[in-house]
């Protein structure tokens, strides 16, 4: 057995016991340190920056040579990816650790949604007769016979009935999903049913614990997806199953299971509801995380022509998914998807904005990695799914960072640049929201032409403030924009960082405008565009409008709808017709593959500029 | 870790390296060498006697000491149960050993059946199209799109699907039962399907392979009940799960799923048939070995008022039950059960027998340690079981055998004694048809007089050989009538012997008198009695009506009908409509409970009694 040393990570002061030898990122997943790491471990988004304390690591790799200088070497900056443990060692983080709890519940939900409550759960209050020589019917028929024949039982539950039927005396409450029966109770439970819905996000999982009997959410919690250690998202995720071909996808479906089961336990300590009660959960997620949570390869969605390995929806007991906290034979639903890159995530938005039956011609998007898209028309829905690359989520963004404490969120700017920052603490990056602020302002103001280049002080609009001029910055290499300098640090956007989100906003705007195409439908005819997701939450229409990532339309016809993937996960959980109605959309909706689309391309091309169309 | 040491089992020269201090009868198990330890361990039924030959054990017992004389035990003469190994080991074991091969194919079956072969595996060769970019339909969902939208994956399946398809370009055979896909093959497989009957008994199981394609059996094999070293009958393993209530169940289960294995396994190696093509099984056996298969605890059946833990069919996959084997996803069915002491393996012979449509009134009996009795008249069927003891399948007969090579089977007396033994080999015991054979010939003879008691050589009709007579020997405790003398030994029969039969011939015959009398029926009133089970097939209905086992009906009306249990599960493997009626008929049955009957008391005693009435 490999000698054991002890790594302990400040400043959370977190401490794992490891074999010597074991990477250090390894060491920090075990010790439950959360890193963002973007690239999947390769060592070249730089985001798992720490600083060695005390103890000695493997030598200085490559990657670090080129991201650090000789000098922060010598001051101990290391990557966490690229160091191997020799022996006791403590560990300073620098990078943004991802808090544990990053959910932001749903707001400015445009949809006041009623629907009735009709679970397929039902409890049942039974008082059987006592065996006797003259009643000898076995102890499962005993209370299957009370029920329709074609009820089965889950065999777990069927080696606790005969003893759990003598403790009861015979008082006992069935529970049954569908056709099984799931659970036994003693005494009259019937009051107490619950269910959980869970979000699968590629960074976060959220749930949502809903009393069953009135269709109320009393608690919603999330964790970070634990599979972010391989990759930060969903394609680093399909490399690292397929660079891992023995265990990869195995652990990457333990990860996402294990991060389901730390949601449960949050929503059961939170409101005090026993595991026992909870007796169905419904998931949605994109595609590639409803396929790594049933451990089926993801590869076919890698490359063209972008095959999953299934779409409908599955069904079964939680402990074929390997969940440990809730009893085995808790039934699951996970929604069916559409297609590669537009998951059950969607089903859910089209659920919750019940976009398929609105009256007259809505755009619906979820804009995160991939900017999933849906427009109704009439009869007619279209789904595209498009690279928005990871801007809007401020990663790679040089000082991106998502909406946590000490990210700038909002940004003015008139005769010096004003900031809102999550916390209200100092600036220590910036958020995808703050960034299309950013760029949607000094574009307004000059300081960036249409093209993206931010100009030279002395090119800007002479009526533009020293102030801001001031803070425009050339190098060599690269230009930025200064938004906030303080004593240690400043914080800036780059040219590089304009180009990314250029990439980012021309891939959803040629994708919008080509579902438009497909349905010859212009700017002036939609009624609305519907913005889902935590990214819907924080943008401001005059921005999004600014840097051209929606057609024109006026302000208010821009509404974002909270998280409406959720919401959606939660209808499915209370009802089984919109359950039916998730399950039936996949066959009702046209999905365009643009990625090998030649109009695509165009119009992606030219969305990259700024210049208005 | 424990040090190992090793045992070797003579004479099959089988060893075992085992922990020091393990008991003798676990290393046997270990070994693989099977043991009839009747009395499950306890020391007291002295069926696992052996010799030490070489090395050192635990202390002599006192169980060992009540059983050995002082010279024995010098001799080196054990209870394996009773010793626990010190060092290196040599044993030889004196017991019979149980064969690893005892099942005997049905023969005699009354029936020639007929019924349509109506599976409900059904295969579909596929030649689906290839994916596209225009034509992006998920692997599993292009499968299923073939069937109705109803059916569901298997989720070990659904993992291999992806690579699967485009392995086989395509073109692939799918597997459906019910509504559940299984399997998917590569290429056109239709033509291969198969599945398997099991018939689990308390000592041996027996499979039967069948082609469900024309319905033949084309291979049977069998195997000692691996639970059988936790004693020999239902009660023995009933206690062992109590006495043992942490894991003693668990390893039952475990011990019942290994001897399944072990008969696969022969099942396939004599066919060539590959495990991926068997596709169902079917399972029948007593209501224990049913309850102890599905890890339900048979406690409720030890006491009145006999409650099993469920009675009606269960179905699901193999590797719910722990198979290890065939394919996880091969479904199975295990039939359903009447009573506590009415299993599926009577509803198997029902079924195989058709006794619930036959014309007329009939019997039907299947007589192991329990005889399962059935009575149909009319629309009426009755069904009890009753306590029939070891003595018919030759245990605790002092020198009691299975009807295995060196068994007496059929025992002739006229001037001499003339034997019938298995194998034709020097006689080593006797089995149950050759003590029925044996004390009906005693009786007709009058060396047996009808209250059971061997009369003295003086007291015997004075027509009686000398050669017989001689054969009479008295003990101050015991008398016994010498079948065999060889060499080495003797087999013989004892008044203990006698009783043993009479306590179980008593409690069929008592039980057969009930029902009947339940439906006021009398002897000459029976069209004839069915008699299943390997019992059936050795014994000579003049011995049967001899020691008064059945009412007084003409011979030729006593039908051995083989293995009609293993021909119910066979006929519930191959066809839908026979599973129906199997499920159906444990409602028909009116099952009449012998336990606590005063009646059946007055019968039993007065049916002990070898005096015709």
């Known amino acids: 057995m490999a000698d054991l040393v002890t790594v302990t990570f400040l400043p959370t002061d977190k401490q794992i016991r490891i074999p010597i030898g074991m990477s250090l990122l390894e060491a920090a997943n075990e010790a439950g340190v959360q890193i963002n790491a973007v690239c999947g471990g390769k060592g070249s988004c ?29 001051e101990g900056l290391i990557l966490l990816c690229q160091r191997n443990v020799l022996e006791d060692t403590e560990i300073e983080n620098l990078a943004n650790l991802l808090p544990n709890e990053t959910y932001t519940p749903a707001k400015g939900n445009l949809l006041d949604l009623t629907f009735e409550v009709d679970t397929p759960v039902s409890k049942t209050f039974h008082q059987l007769t006592v065996p006797s020589i003259e009643d000898q019917v076995a102890d499962l028929d005993r209370v299957l016979n009370e029920h329709s024949s074609l009820i089965k039982v889950d065999f777990e539950l069927l080696k606790e009935i005969p003893s759990l039927l003598r403790k009861a005396n015979y008082r006992v409450t069935s529970v049954v999903v569908n056709n099984d029966l799931i659970a036994l109770e003693e005494g009259d439970t019937t009051v107490e049913l619950y269910g959980i819905a869970f979000d699968i996000g590629t960074t976060s999982v959220a749930g949502y614990l809903v009393n069953m009997i009135d269709g109320k959410v009393i608690a919603s919690a999330s964790a970070t ?48 509801v026993s595991k026992e009660r909870v007796y169905t959960i419904t998931l949605i997620g994109n595609t590639v995380m409803s396929h790594l949570l049933m451990g089926v390869s993801p590869i076919g969605m890698a490359t063209a022509p972008f095959i999953p390995g299934f779409a409908r929806s599955l069904s079964g007991c939680v402990r074929d998914l390997g969940l440990k906290i809730l009893v085995g034979s808790t039934r699951f639903v996970l929604l069916p998807n559409i297609a590669g890159y537009v998951g059950s995530d969607t089903v859910g938005v089209i659920l919750a904005t019940q976009l398929d039956r609105l009256a007259g011609t809505w755009l619906a998007v979820d804009i995160g990695t991939n900017g999933e898209i849906a427009l109704a028309s009439g009869s007619r829905l279209l789904t595209c799914s498009t690279a928005a690359g990871p801007a809007f989520e401020g990663a790679c963004i040089s000082q991106g960072m998502r909406a946590e404490p000490g990210a700038i969120v909002k940004v003015d700017i008139d005769e010096d640049v004003h900031l809102e920052v999550v916390g209200n603490v100092e600036p220590l990056g910036i958020c995808g929201s703050g960034l299309i602020d950013a760029v949607a302002e000094l ?25 801001v001029k001031n803070r425009i910055r050339r190098t060599e290499r690269n230009s930025k924009f200064v938004l906030y300098t303080g004593q240690q640090h400043e914080v800036a956007i780059t040219q590089k960082d304009i180009s990314e989100l250029q990439l980012g906003k021309g891939a959803v705007r040629a994708g919008i405008e080509l579902l438009m195409k497909e349905l010859d439908i212009e700017a002036h005819q939609l009624d609305g565009i519907l913005v889902a997701g935590a990214f819907g939450s924080n943008l401001r229409p005059e921005s999004v409008r600014g840097i051209g990532l929606f057609p024109s339309i006026e302000l208010n016809r821009i ?17 089984k017709k919109q359950l039916q109605a998730a399950n039936d959309l996949p066959k009702r909706v046209e999905h365009v593959e643009l990625s090998l689309n030649k109009g695509f391309s165009q119009s992606f091309a030219k969305a990259i500029s700024f210049q208005e169309r």
Not at 51 to 58: H, V
Not at 559 to 575: E, F, R, W, Y
């Open 443 to 467: 574009l307004r103001l000059g300081v960036i032409r249409s093209n993206g280049r931010i100009r030279n002080p002395e090119e800007c609009p002479v009526q533009l403030s020293d102030a």
């Open 559 to 575: 509404k974002p709808v909270g998280n409406a993937a959720g919401t959606g996960a939660i209808m499915a959980l209370l009802s």
């Open 225 to 272: 997806n634990r599979q972010g250690i391989h990759g930060a998202d969903v394609i680093s995720r399909i490399a690292y199953t397929n660079e891992n071909k023995e265990g990869g996808l195995t652990r990457l479906q333990k990860l996402v299971v294990e991060t389901l089961d730390e949601v449960v336990v949050k929503l059961l300590q939170r409101t005090g």
């Open 46 to 74: 730089g985001k798992c920056r720490a600083k060695l304390l005390k103890g000695s690591l493997s030598e200085v790799s490559s990657a670090e040579k080129r991201l650090f200088s000789r000098q922060q070497l010598q």
